[in-house]
């Protein structure tokens, strides 16, 4: 199956959501949590040929989605998707286990699903921020988005992995920089009060 999405960052879910129905749009499923894990092979095949292995864990359910690799688009994420539940979770990871399977990335969010007519709206919080997905014709979705406000310009082609993985490395350069200038700081403040430390009977002047 070809999937054809287009994903807006948005402000407020909140406010979004109150646009979606004022514009008829049906709720199939209120804010649920979910759990993702992506699986790669030790030569990262899947990865190199920009295809994706997910698991995701809704509640007592799961699901595994096989992702083709992503055809040229400048607005759109078009990729084929095939998806299929996983009724034992605890052997099918042994499963992928035994096949050579290691899991390579993680990521939890948030969403609720709607619909106007024969396009699936969801609304997402993430580590990477707050967005909406929109999934069907690539008219009807343009049409949508238009009517809240938002046009082409607007669609993002980046995934929830790459978004994710960039916020994380920022966090981590931030915590690194930060961890590095106090630990300077700290060097030259031993530094400093090691070179002029007192003699025994004198009193610091700081």
Known sequence: MLEIEAKIKVDNLKVIKEKLLALGCQVEKDFYREWNAFFDFPDSHLTRNKQALRLR???KKA?????????KSRSFKIREELETEV???KHFKKILK????KQIFEYRKKRMMLRKDKVKICLDESEAGCFMELEGKRSDLVRLAKQLGYSRKDFLTADYVQMIKAVRGQNYSSSSSNSSSSSTSNSSSNSSSSSSAPSSGSKSSS
């Not at 699901?63 to 055809?71: A, I, M, R």
């Open 57 to 59: 864990v809704v509640g």
């Open 63 to 71: 699901f595994l989605t096989f992702k083709g690799q992503p055809l």
């Open 87 to 89: 009724k034992n979770l």
């Open 98 to 101: 035994k096949l050579g399977l």
